[in-house]
């Protein structure tokens, strides 16, 4: 294999890497998610709202990350 040839390969496996640490990322802010609403009955309003300002705060991290 040429240089240039290995060179695109790993560059192609480099951004499929980051694109599934960053889906990764995503699939645990999910099942956080999921885990923290259905306990939600058991919680108390300000204790929902602190959860979701959290919540709010990592998809803006997220967000950011991606683009």
Known sequence: MDDKKYTL???QLSNINKSL???NKIM???LK???DSSSFK???TE???A???KENEILKT????IN
Do not use: G, W
Not at 62 to 65: N, P, R, S, T, V
């Open 9 to 11: 390969l790993i560059e």
């Open 62 to 65: 997220i967000k950011q990350y």
């Open 21 to 23: 640490n960053t889906l």
């Open 33 to 35: 998610f999921a885990l």
């Open 51 to 53: 959860t979701a300002q």
């Open 28 to 30: 645990s802010v999910f």
């Open 47 to 49: 204790e929902i709202k």
């Open 42 to 44: 058991s919680k108390t």
